[in-house]
């Protein structure tokens, strides 16, 4: 892309939340290989040259990109702690996107599968990869597979893919769960200890990335941390892939400039189709957010005071009841834990129990429901009761007086009907 190109795209996006640099402008047409060699040209790597990987290195620092799948953690560090590693690593690119009501990876896998295995391929080159595996939802497996034969044709790639479909289920695209499935077909966490990045894979060092954070490492490589960071916030650069779901006029997946007004965030789907009370930032594992104090403030983990996950926003009508809502979410949370740590055997279903009955207005010990879930932090394998934990505080803060309504035996809600999608099927 010329600068007067970049400049061009810049002025577009100028007054609109509306972006390119990840999805085409055409809806649902998958770009080929033609047309991605076309629009970027072909990714230039020098795999045995120390000084280009060091360079490469610094510049996705410089970038400050981090993870997309949800832990925000800084893909440069990451990269760095695989070439300080000696050892034939493994690549995986985790589409698995467990988070039953996100769309975002595999909008991106069907429409610019390019751009991703682009990003697999500069961080094979990277860390000297011997395999890149593609873990990705079966809705989209065959897109891969099909862009992956478009390359194979003009042999555009030095590293070995393969395309392995993804387990089900919520915890299944947690990291050391996406190693696991790969490995042995199960797909159960293996714990916080080693990082994936020191044993992962057949006891070898293993980059795990998001899918999308992959397309903006391509991107990166072609085109600098500057161009990068031409867009976003200062301290959250670059665009990120956001699924507005719930009630919204037109839900799907959008592509916005981190520190974007949030209202104009959710206008791209047409705006609330009703009056909205409140917003669940980042996911199941996010946060509930009072909608009046969400809609001016900048779309940032900064600017909303809250971390934005795998980008899942969710608009909740100000006719539902969030008590109900939040026993739902819990229950199914609750179902997706593999059941392996005392938190998620013990405390997750006696949580889901005790908010299902304060839902229905049976009277509960209210102190045993916050300390339950003070007692299940910090205390699993994973990050799961953490992150149900912190999707409860926020419930139990953003709904506090619907919760104090319902202690009393009494639902100030008109419309109870779910907003969101609790899967009840594929779960183990
Ligand atoms: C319970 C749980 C589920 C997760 N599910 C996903 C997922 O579906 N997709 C994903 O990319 N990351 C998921 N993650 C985050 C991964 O563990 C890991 O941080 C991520 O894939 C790393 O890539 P990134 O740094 O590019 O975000 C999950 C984490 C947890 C704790
Ligand atoms: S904390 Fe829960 S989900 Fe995570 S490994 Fe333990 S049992 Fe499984």
Redesign the pocket.
């Known amino acids: 892309m010329s600068s007067t190109e970049l400049l061009d795209q810049r002025a577009s996006n100028e007054g609109t939340a509306r972006i390119h640099r990840l999805l085409p402008s055409e809806p649902w047409e998958p770009v080929t290989l033609a047309a991605h060699l076309d629009q970027h040209g072909a990714l230039v790597q020098h795999p045995s040259s120390e000084q280009w990987r060091e360079a490469t290195v610094g510049e996705i620092e410089r970038a400050g990109l981090?993870?997309?799948?949800?832990?925000?953690?800084s893909?440069g560090r990451?990269l760095r702690a695989l070439l300080a590693h000696r050892g034939r690593p493994f690549v995986i690119a985790?589409?698995?996107?467990?988070?039953p009501a996100s769309m975002k990876?595999r909008v991106l896998l069907a429409r610019s599968p390019h751009l991703v295995l682009d990003g697999a391929a500069l961080a094979a080159s990277l860390v000297g990869a011997a395999e890149i595996i593609m873990v990705v939802h079966r809705e989209v497996s065959e897109s891969v597979d099909a862009a992956l034969a478009e390359r194979r044709r003009i042999s555009l790639d030095s590293t070995k893919f393969r395309v392995v479909t993804a387990a089900d289920g919520?915890?299944?695209?947690?990291?050391?769960?996406?190693v696991n499935w790969v490995g042995r077909g199960v797909p159960i966490?293996l714990g916080k200890a080693p990082r994936m990045t020191e044993r992962g894979r057949q006891g070898r060092p293993t980059l795990?990335?998001?899918?999308?954070?992959?397309a903006h490492l391509g991107l990166v490589g072609r085109y600098g941390a500057d161009w990068f960071r031409q867009l976003g916030a200062v301290d959250e650069p670059g665009t990120m892939l956001v699924t507005l779901a719930g009630a919204f006029v037109t839900p799907g997946v959008f592509e916005v400039a981190i520190g974007t007004r949030t209202s104009d965030v959710l206008e791209l789907a047409g705006g609330p189709s009703t009056p909205i009370q409140a917003l669940l930032i980042g996911g199941y594992?996010g946060t509930w957010t009072p909608a009046s104090a969400a809609l001016s403030a900048p779309f940032s983990a900064s600017g909303l005071g809250v971390g934005l996950g795998?980008g899942l926003v969710v608009a909740f009508p100000a006719a539902g009841c969030g008590v109900l809502e939040t026993a739902r979410l819990v229950r199914y949370l609750a179902s997706q834990s593999a059941g392996q740590c005392g938190p998620c055997k013990f405390g997750l279903p006696a949580i889901a129990e005790q908010l299902e009955l304060v839902a229905q207005g049976v009277p509960v010990r209210y102190e045993d429901l916050t300390r339950w879930v003070d007692e299940i932090e910090g205390r699993g394998a994973?990050?799961?009761p953490d992150?149900v934990a912190r999707h409860i505080r926020s419930a139990l803060d953003v709904f506090g007086h619907e919760v104090s309504e319902h202690l009393a035996g009494r639902c100030s809600a008109s419309e109870r009907r779910s907003s969101l999608a609790v899967p009840t099927q594929g779960v183990w």
């Open positions: 981090v993870g997309r799948g949800g832990a925000a953690f893909t990451k985790n589409g698995t996107e467990g988070e990876d919520f915890v299944a695209g947690e990291a050391s769960a996406v966490p795990v990335q998001n899918v999308e954070t992959l594992f795998a994973c990050g799961h992150g």
